[in-house]
């Protein structure tokens, strides 16, 4: 990976993270519970509770997504071989390496 893709990833991880860490308080605030003294009636609490379900997988997927970007983040400048597939050493697509940053793999290899 030359430093041009490296800086071009550094960037990208960072603009994304910085996303996720904007979001994740957002939806934390999505999955907090509901009173029950709340009155707002039994459609609309059901409709809350699918709501939180939706929230919540989404706050799961941001922590993961965030966690993944920091650990690539770190391994971009520590390891040498980072952006080449550790089956056949090609350089992985940065599209890829943006979509799925925890991968070791170009996608011939993956497959």
């Known amino acids: ?3 041009a893709q490296k800086k071009e990833f ?3 991880a960072k603009e994304e993270m910085d996303a996720l860490r904007a979001e994740i308080p957002r939806l934390e605030e999505q ?3 509901v009173a ?3 009155a707002i009636g039994r459609i609309s609490r059901m409709d809350t509770i699918v709501n939180q379900s939706v929230a919540e997988a989404q706050l799961s997927k941001a922590r993961v997504r965030l966690a993944r970007l920091e ?3 770190k391994r971009v ?3 040498e071989e980072f952006g080449l597939c550790l089956d056949c050493g090609e350089p992985i697509p940065m ?3 943006k979509a799925m940053p925890e991968t070791g793999y170009c996608v011939d290899c993956a497959e």
Do not use: C, G, S
Request: no cysteine; proline share 10%; net charge negative.
């Open 77 to 79: 400048d520590q390891d």
């Open 1 to 3: 990976m030359t430093e």
């Open 71 to 73: 650990e690539a983040l």
């Open 10 to 12: 550094k960037r990208f």
């Open 95 to 97: 599209a890829r390496l």
């Open 36 to 38: 029950p003294d709340n």
């Open 31 to 33: 999955v907090k519970p």
